[in-house]
């Protein structure tokens, strides 16, 4: 397929229409690999030392306009933020204006890594670590006209920061037990070699300036940060992978993948696979809908281990899910990659997902 032709924007986001049993949901929650995935006929990619495969995380910081540092709450707020979705004022300040003025976060450069000096093997057999969930609660409104289906609210738009500065990137909810973790860039959560952790994450599925209804089905404030060491470290864009577990919230203050739906998550694939890409690019209507590009994800190069596709998404679209196996009736994939640089021509490149990006999953559902 010819990606570069095969970007759309939508206007209208479509809300999940069929009502789920719980029953149904429970069936498919189970977080398992199909019989033989694991076999392949190569091995995976080699690592020169084991100090990419770590994570660090962090309370999710909270720093508003009057704060003189980060906000350092008691177990028993804590424990109301669990029945009001979040602190109230985190959520107050986002107000759909702040939404709107907040800009892109900026993309890390894209600088060449050579951490890796196998390449993947392109028909490798990916792994299952989370298999995709539909929404528990029923979501029942119309588009407004034309419906584009293949835009899912699963997905979203991941605001960061305040003090008139608030920026954006985009995010996905993946199916695990706790049905409260996002992933995104690693960027998008730790600032990288030298930074700190970002400030003020909410989360905000379907996100639509167009729309009256610009948060569809409310919010979802981050309780906890998690990303690689070597990210955090080395800005490694090879592990530019990021994880955000969330207070519940949203119009019905229930856990974000139980609202939305949830994706799911493979690995150990190759680095070139067909995918279909969501995320609020900035040189896409301002980023304020969703876009979506879609086509096969090649490999970059054996200096690295990422894979690139030329959509020509700016910034903001970091974070936005690269799903393989993509259904529109449904609105769920599974994650294989998340959007991590764009360069001067347009080639959007996303970090390998393998066995430490499974482990990183885990531990940030373990974070709640």
């Known amino acids: 397929m010819d990606s570069s032709s095969k970007i759309r924007s939508s206007r209208s986001l479509r809300r999940l229409g069929a009502a789920v049993s719980a029953a149904a949901v429970a069936a498919i929650t189970a977080l398992t690999a199909p019989a033989g995935a694991a076999a392949a006929a190569s091995p995976a990619p080699v690592r020169t030392s084991g ?20 906000r350092d709450y008691t177990p028993a707020q804590l424990q109301s933020f669990e029945r009001t979705g979040g ?27 050579v951490e890796d000096k196998a390449r993947a093997v392109a028909g490798k057999v990916a792994s299952v670590a989370a ?12 588009n407004a006209p034309p419906p584009v289906t293949n835009f899912s609210i699963t997905n979203g738009k991941l605001f960061i920061g305040g003090y008139e500065s608030g920026s954006w990137c985009s995010a996905s909810a993946i ?7 996002l992933i995104t860039a690693g960027h998008c959560v730790h600032s ?13 599925p379907g996100y639509n300036a167009f729309n009256s209804d610009h948060d ?39 856990t974000v993948v139980n609202t939305i739906g949830g994706h799911g998550l493979v ?21 304020n809908v969703m876009w979506a590009c879609w086509g096969t994800a090649t490999d970059n190069s054996i200096l690295d281990n990422r894979s690139k596709i030329a959509c020509n998404f700016g910034g903001g679209s970091s974070g936005g ?21 764009v360069n001067s021509e347009g080639v959007n490149k996303g970090p390998y997902f393998d066995q430490a990006v499974v482990d990183a999953m885990n531990a940030a559902n373990a974070d709640w």
């Open 51 to 70: 100090s990419d495969l770590s994570t660090s995380s962090s309370p999710a910081p909270v720093r508003l306009p009057g704060d003189k540092s980060v």
């Open 87 to 113: 602190d109230p004022e985190v959520l107050a300040y986002w107000t759909p204006e702040r939404m709107k003025a907040a800009k892109p976060l900026d993309a890390p450069g894209d600088a060449e890594w």
């Open 131 to 142: 298999k995709p969930v539909t929404a528990q609660i029923p979501q029942s409104v119309t």
């Open 175 to 181: 199916n695990t037990s706790s049905k409260r973790v």
């Open 192 to 204: 990288g070699q030298g930074g700190a952790w970002l400030q003020n994450l909410v989360f905000v």
């Open 216 to 254: 569809p089905v409310g919010r979802f404030q981050a309780y906890w940060l998690r990303t690689f060491n070597e990210w955090i470290n080395n800005s490694n864009l090879n592990r530019d992978v990021g994880f955000v577990t969330t207070y519940s919230g949203g119009d019905w203050n229930s």
């Open 267 to 287: 690995y150990n694939g190759g680095t070139e696979f067909d995918t279909s890409i969501f995320g609020y690019p900035s040189n896409r209507d301002g980023g």
């Open 321 to 341: 899910p690269w799903t393989w196996n993509y259904d529109n009736a449904t609105g769920l994939g599974s994650v294989r990659s998340v959007m991590s640089t």
